[in-house]
């Protein structure tokens, strides 16, 4: 009988995410909601800035040109919040992105060279940690003139922080074992050795935290939209249309429900599989 290929501790892991039955509905909900928001909009033959002043908060009809009704200035509240998504969700997986692998190579090459270096380098990541939220969006607002790109540089200047300090104490770690002795002895320089030795077997940690950092991301840019900082009118996020839902809630709560829902979903199925792939990757739990 011919013995089974033994498997990558990697693949094991990813084995035991697929054995999650929550993570797993998780991920193909997400999924649903991911192709709903960049494929939905186009299904009508309108945008979520157009207004149709023959139906000005019109109520849903899920019959009608507009099934779940128009707000106050005629705009399509279904494609609107479509539209929205698009805007929350790219900022917040490509904003977590974008974050984690500054972060990575950051703590990498920081535990990995230690020392003086690595002093300097997180004594900076202190002096940041130290720096107030808002008023570093405000600033990098006024740099970039507002907008979306300011946004998105405010959450990424920030939450890269997190996972440099997770990295570097992995990469403190990687750097006494021996296959990184035997490397140094090869003549492999350090760069090199940071590359295919260090950020691969820091992997585990990275996947993990990186699925808490999107909900993070997509939370930090709703509540700045909502505050009116973040991404203003007329482009829409669920951030500011959850915030203008509010405003109108006594008079139509769908303003509200709509973003607000998919929103607390979205966030939900990215918890559910966080914690699906903390319980994989987790050593005390092989």
């Given amino acids: 009988?011919?013995?089974?290929?033994?498997?990558?501790?990697?693949?094991?892991?990813?084995?035991?995410?697929?054995?999650?039955?929550?993570?797993?509905?998780?991920?193909?909900?997400?999924?649903?909601?991911?192709?709903?928001?960049?494929?939905?909009?186009?299904?009508?033959?309108?945008?979520?800035?157009?207004?149709?002043?023959?139906?000005?908060?019109?109520?849903?009809?899920?019959?009608?040109?507009?099934?779940?009704g128009t707000d106050d200035y005629g705009r399509d509240l279904l494609v609107r919040v479509l539209e929205g998504g698009r805007v929350s969700l790219a900022i917040g997986f490509l904003g977590a992105l974008v974050a984690g692998v500054i972060g990575v190579l950051y703590g990498?090459?920081?535990?990995?060279?230690?020392?003086?270096?690595?002093?300097?380098?997180?004594r900076a990541v202190e002096v940041l940690?130290?720096?107030?939220?808002?008023?570093?969006?405000?600033?990098?607002?006024l740099l970039f003139g507002g907008g979306t790109l300011a946004l998105?540089?405010?959450?990424v200047f920030t939450l890269w922080l997190t996972p440099a300090v997770i990295v570097r104490a992995q990469a403190q770690s990687l750097a006494k074992r021996e296959f990184v002795e035997a490397?140094?002895?090869?003549?492999?320089?350090n760069w090199q050795i940071i590359w295919t030795h260090i950020v691969p077997n820091c992997v585990s940690v990275v996947i993990v935290y990186g699925s808490l950092l999107v909900p993070?991301?997509?939370?930090?840019?709703?509540?700045?939209?909502?505050?009116?900082?973040?991404?203003?009118?007329?482009?829409?996020?669920?951030?500011?249309?959850?915030?203008?839902?509010?405003?109108?809630?006594?008079t139509d709560l769908r303003l509200l429900l709509l973003p607000g829902m998919l929103l607390a979903t979205v966030l939900f199925c990215l918890n559910f599989i966080a914690d699906g792939l903390r319980d994989a990757f987790d050593p005390n739990e092989r």
């Avoid at 084995?15 to 993570?23: D, E, I, K, Q, S």
């Avoid at 920081?110 to 997180?122: E, I």
């Avoid at 993070?216 to 829409?236: D, H, N, R, T, W």
């Fill in 1 to 68: 009988m011919k013995a089974e290929a033994p498997q990558s501790t990697l693949s094991l892991q990813f084995r035991r995410v697929r054995a999650n039955r929550l993570a797993m509905v998780s991920v193909w909900v997400l999924l649903a909601v991911v192709l709903m928001c960049y494929l939905g909009p186009y299904a009508f033959p309108f945008t979520g800035e157009d207004a149709d002043f023959d139906n000005i908060s019109a109520p849903i009809d899920l019959f009608s040109a507009h099934p779940f």
């Fill in 108 to 122: 990498a090459v920081s535990g990995f060279v230690g020392g003086r270096v690595d002093n300097l380098m997180m």
């Fill in 129 to 141: 940690y130290g720096f107030p939220y808002i008023i570093l969006v405000i600033l990098l607002g």
């Fill in 152 to 155: 998105f540089a405010a959450i």
């Fill in 183 to 189: 490397a140094r002895a090869g003549g492999m320089p």
């Fill in 216 to 250: 993070e991301v997509i939370l930090s840019e709703s509540f700045l939209s909502f505050l009116g900082i973040g991404i203003k009118e007329p482009q829409a996020s669920w951030g500011n249309l959850i915030q203008a839902g509010t405003s109108a809630m006594e």
